[in-house]
């Protein structure tokens, strides 16, 4: 598994692929960040949406970074093709964690905020960097090439559903009392910013709950993406 993300990290570093969204996003952190003081938890809710994007993004461009025939022999090596693609889920995920340090220390190490940052708000706001950025790397798997053939078609799907994700508390404002439990289908994305947005006021049980339900949602849609992924791969070998 290793040496199969080791590969997959020099695939991606010589497609030069992963230069637009981290450009971005490090561009993007230094100019919100251009305006001081801010307040820590709440400038982190920015970063930890903006970072989610930005994973979905990178898993969407590295999932179908190999052509057909490189995929083949790739796939002859590894063995398997859940273990090829659980790679590129794995490595799509710690590609983003220097992202998250990022986003995380600049504005700290820098003095952006009104105060002085705890050791405990850093260390949980990375923990929710982390676990929304794999949030967005199991969301995006689902539009690879595999399923959705027209790259374009693919890339605005992914992108209403990221817009969806955003959208959660206006969505269930508008819907009647009656349908509010279907937001529990949407990503958990917005329960990990309303936590960070009133930091001071949340129970340990509620900063720690929706750690647990990005992470679980995250590996559920993987999971199921992998099914379906094999599912489609026998039935095309039988076909």
């Known amino acids: 598994m290793t040496s199969l993300v080791s590969f997959l990290h020099t695939c991606f570093m010589r497609s030069y692929k992963y230069g637009p969204p981290t450009f971005v996003f490090c561009l993007g952190i230094i100019f919100v960040y251009s ?9 982190y809710a920015f970063s ?3 970072l989610f994007i930005i994973s979905a993004v990178i898993c969407y461009t590295l999932i179908d970074i190999e052509t057909v025939n490189q995929e083949s022999v790739t796939m002859l090596h590894s063995g398997s093709l859940l273990k ?24 700290a190490l820098f003095q952006k905020f009104d ?39 693919s890339f605005l799907m992914l992108s209403v559903v990221v817009a969806v994700t955003l959208s959660v508390q206006g969505i269930k404002n508008i819907l009647p009392e009656s349908l509010e439990n279907a ?20 129970t340990l049980y509620s900063k720690l709950t929706v750690i647990g339900a990005s992470l679980l949602y995250g590996v559920i849609i993987a999971a199921l993406f992998l099914f379906m992924l094999r599912k489609r791969k026998l039935d095309s070998s039988h076909s």
Request: hydrophobic share 50%; proline share 7%.
């Open 35 to 43: 305006v001081v003081p801010n307040p820590v938890m709440a400038s």
């Open 48 to 50: 930890t949406t903006f």
């Open 84 to 107: 090829l693609y659980i790679s590129k889920l794995l490595y799509g995920w710690l590609f983003s964690v220097p992202l998250a340090l990022y986003a995380v220390l600049f504005p």
């Open 115 to 153: 105060r002085n940052p705890s050791f405990e708000e850093l260390c949980m706001s990375l923990i929710y960097h982390v676990s929304s950025s794999w949030l967005g790397v199991s969301l995006a798997c689902w539009f690879s090439s595999k399923f959705i053939r027209s790259r374009l078609m």
């Open 183 to 202: 937001i529990l289908l949407l990503p958990p994305l917005n329960s990990t910013i309303n936590v960070l947005i009133n930091y001071d006021a949340a």
